[in-house]
């Protein structure tokens, strides 16, 4: 039985279910629950298969869940949810024999009732620092990822924190790019410039025709100059990159710019703004 839903406002507070057969244990907890800002009820259910439903839909990032509930039960609850979509749990109840099997569930913590303020608030301590550990854990795995991507080889965390890695990653003699699901690699010698068109990198290389190759990917310029080395590719405009080594000649223009002539012909203009360049293109 759902009773009440508020819309979720911002994405760092804890969206929470309250799950309970009591209205008065679940009007309880709400009551308590207000005093703590960063805990948003988007919902109260009376039973474990409304509770089900609603972690699919809602997603909640913590769940007070009772034990003893008429049809499915607090544990029966937890064995229909997906591990993808299970939130963190608090277990409420009035029956403390509950605990072992519920910590054997990885439950945060196990209150028993009435709730005592401080064991309230102890266990949202506990949400709020296993919470914080999830979230490190997987912005650390989603970065070992992509930089196993653009490395083309799968990475450890003692790899990357080695204080030469990225220098390590610019002298590789290829640029990986990630594109959607996919990675690009291109050998940094044929290189000519990069230039952006939007969302969009256009990279343009050496190829059979007198023109070159033009290779389209959806990147920004922040992830390609991470992974080159400047003083080898430079960045000359606020949209443009330039393989030095590709430039044949310099030409001064008005108001403290300038024009550079690649090898292949092509003229790109070195802003007044990047004319710090001018070292490593010279």
Known sequence: MKTDAITPVTAQ?????????????????????????????????????????????????LMLLDVQMPGVDGFATLRNIPAAEMPLVVFVTA????????????????????????????????????????????????????????????????EVLQSDFLEQLRREDKLAVRDGQRTVKVDLACIRWIDAAGDYMCIHTDGEMPQGNTIILRATMRELERQLDPQRFPRIHRSTIVNARRVVELRPHTNGESFLRLDCGQELKLSRTHRDKLAVLI
């Open 95 to 158: 029956y403390d024999h509950y605990a072992i099997r519920a910590f054997e569930t990885a439950a945060v913590d196990y209150l028993l009732k009435p709730v005592e303020d401080s064991r309230l608030h102890q266990a949202l301590a506990r949400v709020r620092q296993t919470r914080a550990q999830h979230a490190a854990k997987s912005h650390c795995a989603q970065l070992l990822e992509l930089l196993g991507q653009l490395s083309g080889r799968p990475l450890d965390l003692h």
């Open 13 to 61: 507070r804890i969206r929470t279910l309250i799950v309970d057969d009591e209205p008065l244990a679940r009007r309880g907890l709400e009551l308590r629950l207000a005093e703590h800002s960063d805990i948003q009820i988007v919902g109260q259910y009376g039973d474990g298969a409304a509770a089900i439903a609603a972690v699919h839909a809602l997603r909640p990032d």
